[in-house]
């Protein structure tokens, strides 16, 4: 079965600074990667995807995630955090072929202080 | 011009009562999803409809009941709520059954008293 785990619930960072979310994965096949954001009463909106094709992938809103294959992992970062970019945010997998589902991870709630 | 629109966005309503989550895309998707978030935000898919055809059905107690009249409508109808249905519940649509870009609506906040 596939699973994300995203380390830590809660990250908080100064305005201005880089942002890292860390996303692992576990699948026995090579997967699809997905990173969504949810700001406060709202739905998810998609910020980028890993989708076989280049591994360094750029999404909205200055964000970027690399999958490394090697460490199962698909991080998210932005070089200057914007009191903007304050949300939920969630690492999702989905297989490639199969029972096409995205399963989620539990979320990181990012904080952006002034 | 709303992509994904559910209504209504609060419901309360007491246990035992039977109750329905309207949901309608605007984008032309060929599939549709209900996906519920408990109270620690962790998100699980519901049920998947391609073209009006039950796709994916995850484990959910039989007084969910999703119908779906037309591709671009995926309706959720609950009998006798529980407590425990207490949640957000989120109407999504792709274009694919694969979620290559799923767009998802502003929720549904379910409270069961």
């Known amino acids: 079965a596939q699973s994300v785990t995203q380390l830590g619930s809660h990250v908080s960072v100064s305005e201005g600074a880089l942002v890292l979310l860390r996303c692992n994965y576990s699948s026995s096949v090579p997967p699809y990667l997905f990173w969504y954001v949810q700001y406060p009463n709202q739905g998810l909106q998609l910020l980028l995807k890993y989708t076989s094709a280049a591994t360094l992938v750029k999404g909205i809103n200055g964000f970027e995630a690399e999958f490394k294959k090697s460490e199962t992992s698909f991080h998210l970062t932005k070089p200057s955090a914007h009191m903007s970019d304050a949300a939920e945010y969630f690492c999702?997998?989905?297989?490639?072929?199969?029972?096409?589902?995205?399963?989620f991870g539990q979320g990181t709630r990012l904080t952006i202080n002034p | 011009d709303t992509a994904v629109s559910q209504t209504p966005k609060y419901l309360v309503t007491q246990m035992g009562n039977d109750k329905s989550i309207k949901c309608e895309q605007n984008l032309g998707h060929d599939t549709m999803y209900w996906y519920k978030q408990d109270s620690k935000k962790f998100l699980k898919i519901m049920f998947s409809y391609n073209n009006k055809e039950l796709i994916i059905n995850e484990t959910v107690p039989n007084r969910f009941s999703p119908k779906s009249p037309d591709k671009a409508h995926l309706n959720l109808h609950i009998n006798s709520l529980e407590l425990g249905d207490s949640a957000v519940y989120f109407c999504a649509s792709s274009q694919d059954p694969g979620q290559t870009e799923a767009f998802f609506g502003q929720g549904t906040r379910l409270t069961v008293v």
């Open positions: 999702a997998v989905r297989k490639i072929q199969g029972a096409q589902k995205l399963v």
